[in-house]
């Protein structure tokens, strides 16, 4: 059954009957049709990022805040809460064990890579599994959307907004006192929140929590520490060595062409073009506009032959992930990624691991030399992969290397953290991220504009947001160890064009589950053992010792 | 104010007070919010007729249903019937005259084309004039929802549906027996729908009213019986004149030139892109995704340079009117075209009144033969007009010329109101459909597909649709007698590719009032008179006679 139904397969409805039950489907009816609505609202923010012309923008707005006003009501209203105290004694977390009827709880896929249909359906995802998550992420949006008051998440949305506009002004202007009394102002806002969330002492674990649920912010505090040493060193390394050449890259490809090549790669990762589209936008971006309406968007720059066809590849991560949930999750709150770290560590892993492999430009390089013949005409295959793999110490995060784009993240996590705690004031906060942005990377903004004006985040009280990205890359790092170990042929096959292997073992693995696991519990089924960071500074070791010849 | 907010401008509100003021603004913010949803679901329809992905289509099908009704229940609500109790005294039809704020209730501009902006401020439509148009809509909507069961809705839905699905496969096979026990369904469903609507004896009273509001099946019928001579006279009489030629068009015309030019068309024309967008879908439309929002669609035919063109130019029409609604009705009920035969008035009067004018290509064709110089090249402007507007008797109609199309028409008139008086069978529609086409046009259908199958319609269960197409033929010709009257300049003007006096006039005598004015109120206040198609037959006559020398 599609989504359209707006609730949940009969084959993932539990089979004991009984007043949870019954409430249990009146909850997934409910959620069906917040579910329907959030893709309606995807849909209306797909437009407007893509196609709406200029003045269908305030009309719009009010298009919005009504849709979230009404799946608002469906998440949050007494009834909910009513039915989630029904539901409670027999799915919650204290809950006893119940009859796992297919036998197959939790277990994962040992046999690992050569998942095929069969093996899939015999494996399918416990009901008892299912439902359990389902009435833990329900209670969680319940209590998390009760929690806020209806005032804090006016206030809230509207000084992001109006703090975005500022902070677009102020980077225009590269003035940073016109942004600093909105930084202030959503720091407060974003205390109060954190506070009204709950939290054991630290408020960063709130916020943290909105992105990546059910991390603590101790645990990633650690984590970044051993990256960072690693990060460090290596950058260190690299610095020393002779730099790899990238003339070759500085020519003009032109921008419809640079899309040709991207929308073969899409296709040969195997994004089917009936369930999702590339378009155009300002900024990069996926989005969910139903269960088999994945879109994502990309941009060329005439200057960077690879800048658009990375982010493709990376949105192409993206969109295969939220298109690999388990059908019998459709139209669910399950039914999308589990946390914006193991999101990442999809989309970089086909962006940097798979992307920027000389496995994969094996196979790619004749296409994209037949693509910008003049520009690309006798470019090795040697020359081209060190050329894409170039590390280099810069400012701008978003333009950052694999190597150095962590230590990015860290200095905002630091800074971030100081900022909440009151550690740092906004006053202090340009000086602070020059002085680690000297530190880290050995290079300092000459203007606000690359510096601490770079990023949007902040400017719409994104606090805790950052980390997320560094635990991508550490997840897929993970993650990839065990691949090659499950599929010892997956770079020759790379090598060969072929990735279906690798996408049916994430399918598998990650992808079909959506939000039945959290981001902690995926690592430790797949790998066996918590994140460790160790996975991804050796990843970098080797492929970066070879390249540097360090 | 935008419609944002979902109700009506401070502006607009009534100023004295009290109990029937304080449910009107109530009944506002819920019609507003019915307004933003239904703009809303014209977005997902524009997007699944545009980009859409394939298999999104099930669960987008579920995301409309949705909308729907939540729609419905804004419209239809106990609260609602409430409301409209307690305004009904003072603003309903009964209600005695109330104040007239502005003094110009009613009054129409009599100085015409010069309307600048300072004179449409001095006219803004009085607040009464609007305040009782809001009511008597809204009431007409909530009894017209209110009567039709829920039962019958969902069964007219997914007979409609499956109809359609039913016509299509039929169409394709050539095999009418296919369609006919629709057919037979969708009769009974509609003739149910008008008992329940409610009508003085004549049910074809009720179904025409859902697409021509308040118009009577009598007068239709009257004025269609003046139309049907003066048509099949003046058919005869070209039937036996030389035909014009038509050689040069058979070539063929790259889709992307036809794009271009489109797109200048409709830009010289004052269709706003900051407004709106034109894209390319398998049927033209033009839809309304908010008050400044208002997207065309069209198809290019390699191999009929015209069609795409012209098509830009009809749904254009359609667009400016949808576009110049005041800003004072944005976001209610009333801020859409009142009629779809006022709505068809406007798009017929851009494309054939305007578009195929000698006036309109003495303008155009230098343009359009830079675009195809090879195709187009020595083409005069005489030989360009009387080619574009060549007359013959064709099976088809949505291909029609502007003078045989009102017998299509007709025909579909005459025989979807015997089908539902019972005085046709559906077994004898077939040789019914192919006797009329024989009288009136002079050709049969050599097969279904070109005869009975041909049009959507009736598919859908919507009969009493098709007179709205040849009314509008009749309002256009009505208007442009007193346009003519009162821009003396007019054709001058078009032939120097300037419409701005002719848009100026149309949005003041016409598109402003939305569905303040009915499709008669307006048709007396601009001309003085009820509607009369012989300011039709005379403009056909005049022009074609002058093509054919007759």
Chains 1, 2 share one sequence.
């Not at 202007?173 to 974003?190: C, I, T, V």
């Not at 300092?444 to 950052?466: I, K, N, R, T």
Request: with cysteine; net charge negative.
């Amino acid at each position: 059954m599609s989504a359209a139904g707006g609730a949940m397969s009969a084959d993932a409805m539990p089979g004991d009957g009984g007043a949870a039950d019954s409430a249990l489907q009146e909850l997934r009816t409910l959620d069906g049709e917040a579910r329907l609505l959030e893709h309606t609202a995807a849909v209306l923010n797909w437009d407007q990022e893509t196609y709406m012309p200029e003045q269908a923008v305030e009309e719009r707005a009010g298009q919005q805040a009504l849709l979230q006003s009404l799946i608002h009501q469906r998440n949050t209203s007494d009834r909910v809460g009513e039915l989630l105290e029904s539901v409670r004694y027999r799915y919650g977390e204290d809950a006893p064990e119940g009859a796992d009827t297919d036998g197959t709880h939790g277990r994962r896929n040992q046999d690992g890579g050569g998942a095929n249909a069969a093996e899939e359906k015999r494996e399918e995802i416990s009901r008892e599994e299912v439902n359990r998550a389902f009435v833990r992420e329900k209670d969680r949006q319940y209590r998390q959307s009760t929690r806020i008051p209806a005032r804090l998440v006016r206030e809230l949305a509207e000084t992001a907004s109006r703090g975005q506009h500022a902070w677009a002004a102020a980077r225009r202007a590269d003035d940073y006192n016109q942004f600093k009394p909105w930084l202030e102002k959503l720091l407060n806002l974003s205390r109060e929140t954190a506070d009204v969330l709950g939290h054991d002492g630290n408020r960063y674990d709130a916020l943290l929590d909105q992105y990546e649920p059910y991390a603590r912010t101790d645990d990633v505090t650690a984590v970044f520490a051993t990256l960072r040493a690693g990060l460090v060193d290596l950058v260190g390394r690299i610095g020393e060595a002779p730099q790899v050449d990238t003339s070759f890259l500085d020519n003009s490809f032109p921008a419809d062409r640079q899309e040709s090549i991207s929308r073969r790669v899409m296709a040969a990762l195997g994004y089917d073009a009936n369930r999702g589209r590339l378009d155009r936008s300002a900024h990069p971006f996926t989005t969910t506009l139903g269960a088999h309406d994945v879109r994502i968007t990309t941009r060329y720059d005439e200057k960077l032959v690879t800048s658009g066809l990375f982010s493709t590849i990376h949105e192409t991560g993206h969109a295969l992930y939220e298109l690999g949930v388990a059908e019998s999750l459709h139209g669910t709150i399950l039914a999308e990624g589990t946390s914006l770290g193991i999101h990442e560590s999809q989309s970089r892993m086909w962006e940097n691991m798979i992307g920027r492999s000389r496995e994969f430009w094996t196979c790619w390089l004749p296409d994209l030399g037949r693509t910008f013949p003049d520009q690309l005409q006798g470019v090795s295959l040697e020359a081209f992969y060190r050329g894409i793999n170039r590390v280099e110490p810069s400012l701008i995060r978003v333009e950052a290397d694999e190597v150095t784009y962590g230590l990015h993240v860290i200095m905002r996590f630091e800074l971030e953290q100081a900022l909440l705690a009151g550690d740092l004031t906004v006053d202090d906060l340009p000086g602070a991220w020059n002085e680690k942005s000297r530190t880290l990377l050995g290079v300092e903004p000459p203007d606000y504009a690359h510096g601490v004006l770079q990023d949007v985040h902040w400017s719409f009280g994104a606090f805790g947001y950052f980390p997320t990205y560094a635990l991508g890359n550490l997840y897929a790092a993970q993650f990839l160890t065990v691949m090659e170990r499950e599929m010892p042929d997956m770079w020759n096959a790379v090598a060969a064009g072929e990735t279906g292997a690798i996408l049916a073992w994430l399918r598998s693995n990650i992808h079909r589950y959506g939000k039945v696991r959290s981001a902690g519990t995926l690592v430790e089924e797949i790998t066996g053992q918590p994140l460790d960071p160790s996975y991804f500074i050796d990843y970098l070791n080797r492929k970066y010792g070879e390249i540097y010849r360090i």
